[in-house]
């Protein structure tokens, strides 16, 4: 078996004196969408910061393709091929759609090419085709997300990490959005999805773990995680 | 036992070794007696700074303007151009209350306002009173000043107990001011670290803490912060009156009342840690101490040394406190980083 | 028409009056643009600023020591629009990297009372260059009408620079000294620089996505440490170029200087909409004009509590100024 794309071994964040995260361990394999899922507050959002390097890491070890990148800074994790849609979106406001996509594309050089990689966006998204010199900030919660996603995908990344997509969307919107994911998981791309909404993660994705407060408490393939009872009576509302 | 603790011990030191003071030989060392009272006022009007900022975790660019309303407003009272002529038991009342009072009015509207746009405020608000101490001469003596403010001790029918105590005139100076003044100070030191204690007091430290959560307890933290606000600015205009009446006259304002009063303030009370009394009292003695009396020590050694600029002390005054500003936020933030303290 | 008390009304000198506001303002407008960037990107007001822009004069000063006299020194002005901003450009980013930089996450006050530290520091460096008393630039850098020397001689006898207000009240022969010509002639091309800076290049829009979402821009692979340091470069060319055209124009400096000139450059910025770039030049015209016009019709001493009046009661009514900004994203 290749070595996992991105692999956490034992990692501590604190925010200040309150730890966070507490020694967890997670793998993906390339080419699987693997999904986090747990309550809030679980530190979900701080393990997807923490892998970017926008979180400084206490303890333990991060290994992108076998490299380390825990003490990497972030704008150089970007560099290696490891793009965040980050949680609430964190659209750039004042600058329009297409910006935003250019600005996805900041490390890279080749005009042409990110050209060719907003048209793609245009077709993954097509709203954001129509709304492309529009502001980034009068968007709906759902076109910034696919805006969101959009833009990590301009620089050219081996992995995606998703926080929370479905986060305030309508039904028909995060559909939309979980077939692009998996679209995109179908061309190559692997994905690390962090998600409230378990049951859809769940059934996109190939594994899964369930943190809770700072620590992982099962990790199974998705399928076996959604039918279990624990999952189930926690997680899924039955 | 807490009554025991570290810094009730080094605040018994601190207020006995400042008791003992007068009876040094202050001639021979060189340090006039007037710099070692008026030390005692700068740290009165620190402790009200302190009080301010600490109970609020407000910043307080504009201190130097209450206490400079504080110091006209005795003034006022004291002159003789003006009808008033009160004794200075009754002026520090006065100046006091009329400054607290003034100081909140001021304050009141901004007191919503963020942190950095508060601090902007009042330091315009400082600016402001400056021009209009200044320009209102007819009123505040402005440029002129309000001269010879020697008021008696007491009102006119305890004067019979001035003479008798042969007070008459000797107040004022040289050791029983020093005396009335750090008695003032224990008298302040004590009342706040009651006031610490009490309900209030751990009122004030909630609202500094987390204001939102502290609202949700039912406390009132628009209210708190404007008491907090007029018991500050109370100390403070009474540090004002004390100025005034060693003094003997109101300064010119654009010299002691302007924004770089207010930061050479801060610097002390920064050193010190705020919201640590006993902590602030050795901080702002160790720095203005060393401003107002070190330098002169230092300088006279240092007098030996080629006359230029960079040799003198005093012209090194302005990077001592910039250099306290800075390494202290480097290093020591807390006081403004409420989570850091325990 | 009974306009005012305090000065005769005539047409051609509340023209006058209203010229020098204009370009007082934009002056103040070029000090302001430093606040304004500064703060759009890490939310800092940078009280260190304007004692920056006062060093920048003193060094002007300094330079104008061994400038040759005009025509000759129309070589020699090119190089002080060269050097005083480098210089000032250094200072800041190394402000920036020693003091700033490493208060990054701590909460708000932290660095504003560190600026106000690095403020004290820079005075007392200004003090320890020229001293407490004002003093002027003697060489005629400019072709010299009657006018501009004989306000010289009397500008070296006045005392403060506040009273360099009163020389702009007097009354001018002519419409636009050199000096004049010299501050639009840096101004207009400076502006113009860095409004096609920030909206065109990749660099200027990094500045912007930065100020607009620090994390999304790191998360995009821009350096934001690196275009916080270059934001601190900028702002200290501005400085520096405020400097020079601001020694050549007034001719007096001294120490204290930059804490009045910064606090008016700040109100400028805070009035126009800080964090906005174009706000920081509207706002620099309107406070030149309330400088200009209120030295002659309120007297110079309400001038200051004029201004800081207004930046009190925008910061009570409308922080966000004229050309309004958002409030940053909450994290």
Not at chain 2, 90 to 99: A, E, F, M, R, W
Not at chain 2, 224 to 241: E, R
Not at chain 3, 34 to 55: C, P, Q, S
Request: glycine fraction near 10%.
């Amino acid at each position: 078996m290749s070595q996992p794309i991105l692999e956490l071994k034992g990692v501590h964040t604190s925010y200040g004196v309150i730890e966070v995260l507490k020694g967890i361990s997670i793998k993906v394999e390339p080419k699987q969408i693997v999904t986090v899922i747990g309550a809030n507050g679980a530190g979900k959002t701080t393990t997807l910061m923490t892998i970017s390097g926008c979180v400084p890491i206490q303890k333990g070890e991060i290994l992108f393709n076998g490299q380390p990148i825990h003490r990497t800074p972030a704008h150089q994790i970007l560099k290696m091929g490891l793009a965040q849609s980050p949680e609430g979106r964190k659209i750039f406001p004042r600058l329009t759609v297409k910006e935003n996509l250019e600005m996805g594309a900041f490390t890279r050089n080749d005009k042409a090419g990110i050209q060719q990689d907003i048209e793609k966006a245009y077709h993954l998204f097509p709203i954001l085709k129509d709304r492309q010199k529009q502001l980034g900030g009068t968007l709906s919660g759902g076109e910034q997300q696919m805006l969101a996603i959009a833009r990590a995908l301009m620089s050219r990344p081996k992995m995606l990490l998703l926080d929370e997509p479905s986060l305030g969307l309508a039904p028909m919107i995060i559909l939309k959005i979980f077939d692009a994911i998996q679209e995109l998981n179908r061309e190559g791309m692997s994905v690390l999805l962090v998600e409230q909404n378990a049951r859809l993660a769940l059934k996109i994705a190939h594994w899964g773990y369930v943190l809770e407060t700072g620590t992982v408490t099962m990790s199974a393939a998705a399928q076996e995680l959604l039918h279990d009872p624990r999952v189930q009576a926690a997680y899924l509302g039955e | 036992m807490k009554y025991f603790s570290a810094s009730s011990v080094v605040a018994v030191l601190v207020f006995g070794l400042l008791f003992l003071v007068p009876n040094l030989p202050l001639g021979q060392l060189g340090i006039p007696s007037n710099l070692v009272t008026e030390l005692l006022i700068l740290t009165i009007l620190a402790l009200g700074l302190n009080v301010i900022i600490g109970y609020t975790g407000l910043l307080h660019l504009g201190i130097a303007g209450v206490y400079g309303i504080g110091t006209v407003c005795t003034g006022i009272l004291v002159t003789e151009a003006f009808p008033f002529q009160q004794s200075f038991v009754i002026t520090l009342i006065i100046s006091t209350v009329v400054t607290a009072l003034i100081s909140m009015a001021i304050t009141a509207p901004v007191l919503r306002l963020r942190g950095d746009y508060f601090a902007l405020v009042t330091l315009g608000f400082c600016e402001i009173v400056v021009t209009v101490l200044k320009e209102f001469e007819h009123i505040t003596g402005g440029k002129k000043t309000l001269q010879n403010l020697r008021p008696p001790l007491f009102p006119e029918f305890l004067s019979s107990l001035e003479q008798s105590l042969d007070l008459v005139g000797k107040w004022r100076i040289f050791p029983i001011f020093y005396y009335i003044c750090l008695g003032l100070l224990l008298l302040i030191f004590l009342g706040l670290r009651n006031l610490e204690k009490s309900r209030i007091g751990r009122g004030f430290v909630a609202i500094r803490e987390d204001e939102l959560a502290a609202s949700a307890m039912g406390l009132n933290p628009a209210k708190l912060k404007l008491m907090a606000i007029g018991i500050g600015s109370g100390i403070v205009g009474l540090a004002g009156c004390l100025f005034a009446v060693h003094s003997t006259n109101t300064t010119e304002p654009q010299v002691s009342f302007t924004f770089n009063v207010s930061v050479i303030i801060l610097a002390s009370v920064i050193l010190g840690g705020m919201g640590s009394r006993t902590g602030m009292l050795v901080g702002v003695l160790l720095l203005l101490g060393y401003d107002k009396i070190g330098t002169r020590l230092l300088s006279d050694v240092l007098s030996q040394l080629p006359d230029k600029p960079y040799f003198k002390l005093s012209s090194w005054r302005y990077m001592i406190f910039g250099l306290v500003l800075i390494l202290m936020m480097r290093f020591r933030p807390y006081g403004i980083i409420p989570e850091k303290r325990n | 028409m009974d306009l005012c008390l305090f000065a005769e009304f005539s047409f051609q000198s509340l023209s006058q009056y209203v010229l020098n506001g204009l370009l007082m303002g934009a002056l103040f407008a070029l000090i302001a643009l430093g606040y304004t960037l500064v703060y759009g990107i890490i939310e800092l007001v940078n009280f260190a600023h304007g004692d920056v822009f006062m060093l920048g004069c003193v060094l002007t000063y300094f330079l104008c020591m061994f400038a040759p006299e005009y025509p000759t020194s129309l070589i020699f002005i090119p190089l002080l629009l060269l050097i005083v901003p480098i210089c000032c450009s250094l200072l800041n980013i190394t402000i920036n990297y020693l003091v700033y930089r490493p208060l990054r996450k701590a909460p708000r006050l932290v660095p504003l009372v560190s600026a106000l530290g690095v403020s004290f520091v820079l005075i007392n460096v200004g003090q320890m260059a020229i001293g407490t008393s004002p003093k002027s630039i003697q060489a005629q850098l400019l072709p010299s009408e009657t006018n501009q020397s004989s306000a010289n001689r009397e500008t070296e006898n006045a005392t403060r620079s506040n009273e360099a207000s009163e020389e702009l009240t007097r009354p001018r022969r002519s419409w636009l000294t050199w000096a004049d010509i010299l501050l639009i002639g840096t101004v207009i091309p400076a502006m113009t620089g860095l409004a096609l800076l920030v909206k065109f290049t990749k660099i200027g829009k990094a500045m912007r996505a930065t100020a607009q979402n620090p994390i999304a821009a790191r998360l995009m692979g821009i350096n934001v440490e690196f275009v916080i340091a270059l934001t601190f470069a900028l702002g200290g060319i501005f400085a520096g170029l405020a400097a020079v055209v601001f020694t050549l124009k007034i001719t007096t400096i001294d120490y204290l200087m930059g804490y009045k000139n910064g606090l008016y450059a700040f109100t400028a910025a805070v009035v126009g909409g800080v964090g906005s770039i174009p706000g920081a030049v509207l706002g620099g015209i309107l406070i030149g004009l309330i400088y200009s016009l209120g030295a002659v019709y309120i007297g110079g001493a309400w001038v200051d509590a004029c201004i800081f009046g207004t930046l009190i009661i925008l910061l009570v009514f409308r922080p966000s100024g004229i050309l309004g900004t958002r409030v940053r994203e909450k994290v």
